[in-house]
């Protein structure tokens, strides 16, 4: 069973892994498809995909990072990526209804990126589908405060 990690410091890593590695895979896609000739060598076609990534890149980095703290600030541990909060129902029918939606998303660009034979493209998204999978369950597992146990020394 896919489980998420014990400690939240391997999602913090991957969160930034992924995170300054994607320029770099844009440049290698970018290079790639340039070559094939997929983008004229003489207009601009190439650079509004690439002022895309860069605005989407630099206006989503505050975004994921709300998401990633919010997801972690009370880190269940080892869980399944899988699972079902039945404590609370409809918040995890919820939260699993959005992240279905971007795992779907980033399946799907690993399939296409497989069929164009970009490997970085490929990997970026496979380990991005961990990353959602792994905040996902972190926050659906979450404990309300009404519900946690103190324990007093």
Known sequence: ???TPK????II???????????LVEWYYFNTE??????QST?????LPIWTFL????LGAPLAALLIWYALFRYPGKVSVFGFNEVRPYWSLAWSIVFALLVFCDLFFAALSAYRSQPLDFLQ????VYLLLCLRASI??????????RVEQ
Not at 43 to 47: G, N, R, V, Y
Not at 55 to 58: L, M
Not at 125 to 128: E, F, L, P, Y
Request: hydrophobic share 55%; net charge positive.
């Open 1 to 3: 069973m896919l489980t």
């Open 55 to 58: 605005i989407g890149w630099a």
């Open 34 to 39: 340039l070559a094939r000739g997929n983008f």
């Open 140 to 149: 659906v597992y979450r404990v309300p405060v009404k519900h946690q146990v």
């Open 125 to 128: 998204s496979v380990m991005m």
């Open 13 to 23: 890593v991957l969160a930034v892994f992924l995170y300054l590695t994607a320029p």
């Open 7 to 10: 400690h939240r410091t391997p």
């Open 43 to 47: 207009s601009d076609s190439i650079l």
